[in-house]
């Protein structure tokens, strides 16, 4: 099986400017992705995405491959990541006639990302027989979807599944089950999805979770993240 992990990083970073290339402890961000993908072992290529000149520097100095820049039109600021991994996979598969089965999004946003968390869902996608698998971490209670309320044009609210708020459950402890969010450490999927005719995406229609401890699932937009990462890292080194 041919697993490709792609390490998506433009240059344009607004919240916190060069970002991907910036320091934290001493190390580029982009730093801790690069090599927790190389110690887990799975892949037999990470390559980087990017339109930056300094940052496929930096990440060649890591050991990742730069086989191609980014075309600028798939480096904006609203573009979405399913065009950047066609683009990839296409750009591979016609210039080096590299066909993975798997692909892995990988960002360095969340660089406190560990490799056995990488090895653990792909094996868990395999273990499931998965079309992808998603890394997840959980919901705190207050802020559960079954706590949700939304407003009507009268400013008047209700639960968001329709309920009336009288129908609240009173107690985190009573909520019928755990929910997750999206963390952005990981997307590993079927490389066909991505060029499905009907629906291109990066699910399929079994898709495995695999949840993150929150400390390890620490997401990088802000100076206040970056702060919170910078105190999660060095608890961990």
């Given at each position: 099986m041919k697993i490709l992990g792609i390490i998506t990083a433009r240059g344009g970073s607004k919240g916190i400017?060069?970002?991907n290339i910036k320091e934290l402890n001493g190390k580029p961000l982009i730093a801790y992705t690069i090599e927790a993908a190389q110690k887990s072992g799975i892949f037999d290529r990470i390559i980087l995405s990017t339109d930056d000149l300094e940052i496929?520097?930096?990440?060649?100095?890591?050991?990742?491959?730069v086989p191609f820049m980014r075309p600028a039109e798939l480096a904006q600021d609203g573009t979405p990541h399913l065009p950047v991994m066609q683009h990839a996979v296409s750009w591979l598969k016609e210039k080096e006639n590299y066909n993975p089965d798997l692909v892995a999004i990988l960002q360095p946003t969340a660089p406190l990302r560990q490799s056995w968390h990488i090895k653990e869902a792909f094996d868990l996608l395999v273990k499931k027989e998965a079309d992808s698998v998603v890394a997840v971490s959980e919901i705190p209670g207050h802020y559960s979807p079954y706590w949700a309320v939304v407003v009507d044009e009268n400013n008047l609210g209700k639960l968001f599944n329709g309920d009336p708020i009288r129908n609240r459950i009173p107690r985190?402890?009573?909520l019928p089950q755990k929910t997750y969010s999206?963390?952005?450490a990981l997307?590993?999927?079927k490389t066909k999805f991505l060029f499905d005719e009907d629906n291109p995406n990066f699910?399929?229609?079994k898709v495995a979770i695999y949840p993150m401890e929150e400390k390890y699932s620490i997401?990088?937009?802000?100076p206040d993240?970056?702060?919170?990462?910078?105190?999660?890292?060095?608890?961990?080194?």
């Amino acid at each position: 099986m041919k697993i490709l992990g792609i390490i998506t990083a433009r240059g344009g970073s607004k919240g916190i400017p060069r970002k991907n290339i910036k320091e934290l402890n001493g190390k580029p961000l982009i730093a801790y992705t690069i090599e927790a993908a190389q110690k887990s072992g799975i892949f037999d290529r990470i390559i980087l995405s990017t339109d930056d000149l300094e940052i496929a520097e930096v990440a060649k100095k890591y050991g990742c491959e730069v086989p191609f820049m980014r075309p600028a039109e798939l480096a904006q600021d609203g573009t979405p990541h399913l065009p950047v991994m066609q683009h990839a996979v296409s750009w591979l598969k016609e210039k080096e006639n590299y066909n993975p089965d798997l692909v892995a999004i990988l960002q360095p946003t969340a660089p406190l990302r560990q490799s056995w968390h990488i090895k653990e869902a792909f094996d868990l996608l395999v273990k499931k027989e998965a079309d992808s698998v998603v890394a997840v971490s959980e919901i705190p209670g207050h802020y559960s979807p079954y706590w949700a309320v939304v407003v009507d044009e009268n400013n008047l609210g209700k639960l968001f599944n329709g309920d009336p708020i009288r129908n609240r459950i009173p107690r985190r402890q009573s909520l019928p089950q755990k929910t997750y969010s999206h963390c952005g450490a990981l997307y590993m999927f079927k490389t066909k999805f991505l060029f499905d005719e009907d629906n291109p995406n990066f699910y399929g229609d079994k898709v495995a979770i695999y949840p993150m401890e929150e400390k390890y699932s620490i997401n990088i937009d802000t100076p206040d993240d970056w702060k919170i990462a910078e105190h999660a890292v060095s608890g961990l080194s």
